[in-house]
């Protein structure tokens, strides 16, 4: 089966086509030093865990004092940071294996200063968005698994131009932001619409995972050496922060109808 693009930056279209048959640089990877799904699942595993814990030590920064400084300088830096490290592990992947738990560890702290503030808004709301962030993951995972969803290439198509049609709208909302031109004030309200779109995004973040559960397997199967387990953890995560945002946007939504 030819590799197939997912819409994930992360796990871009050519990924894996150095990859063919177990053979790098034109020579046979030994078995212990390819990719494999268990040890894409565990550096999954060790991603997460680094950025819940810098998630954390902003929180409890911030809980302790309740300095929006504390907040907006953990937002700066880790999204400096975490920036700066997505780039480098784009482009140089066999850095992967350090520089995905650097990327890991600076969006933390811009997790825990955006749920921290979310927390002080709505209490209990980051830790609802948490649950239904990584219940959405083995739901999918459950159901990718089990053949109930199926990778087709209409269906790679449609989230792809779905994901892009997304960027393109914060793209345009962001730059319109810069002017003070409220465009999208319907889309970002508390009402129907708002609500709507926020579910309507959340369901096109959640769809990307199963192409990333899709692209993992592509890699696996094709033999890539180890480090991309890294990568391929990465690009996960990315994903998943994703997810997790969204999530904090509609609940805020429907929090604020009560």
């Known amino acids: 089966m030819p ?48 950025a819940a814990a810098t998630a954390a030590l902003t929180w409890n920064s911030f809980a302790g004092t309740h300095d929006p400084g504390v907040a907006s300088a953990a937002l700066v830096l880790g999204g400096i940071g975490g920036l700066l490290f997505a780039m480098i592990t ?12 650097l ?21 209990g709301l980051p830790m609802e968005a948490v649950a239904l962030t990584f ?24 989230v792809i131009a779905a994901t892009g049609g997304v960027m393109v709208f914060y793209f345009l909302q962001m730059l319109l932001g810069l002017f003070h031109i409220p465009l999208f004030n319907s889309v970002n309200g508390a ?22 559960f899709d692209f993992v397997e592509q890699g696996v199967a094709c033999g890539a ?12 995560v990315v994903t998943l922060i994703w997810l997790y945002l969204e999530m904090l946007r509609l609940l805020a939504k429907m929090r604020s109808r009560d």
Do not use: H
């Open 3 to 50: 590799l197939m693009k997912t819409s994930n930056p992360a796990l871009g279209r050519d990924t894996f086509n150095s990859f063919s048959q177990s053979r790098y640089g034109g020579s046979l990877i030994d078995a212990s030093a390819r990719m494999t799904l268990s040890g894409t699942v565990n550096k999954t595993g060790i991603l997460l865990l680094c």
């Open 191 to 212: 009402g129907a619409i708002g609500i709507g779109f926020s579910l309507v995004i959340v369901a096109i973040a959640a769809l990307n995972l199963v192409l990333d």
């Open 135 to 158: 219940g959405t993951l083995f739901v999918l995972l459950l159901a990718y698994k089990s053949g109930l969803i199926q990778v087709t290439q209409k269906f790679r198509l449609g």
């Open 103 to 123: 990327y890991a560890l600076f969006e933390g702290l811009v997790l825990g200063g955006i749920s921290a503030i979310f927390e002080l808004r709505y209490p």
């Open 225 to 236: 050496p180890k480090y991309m387990e890294w990568y391929a953890a990465f690009g996960i």
């Open 90 to 101: 784009a482009f140089k992947k066999e850095w992967s294996p350090v520089t995905a738990p």
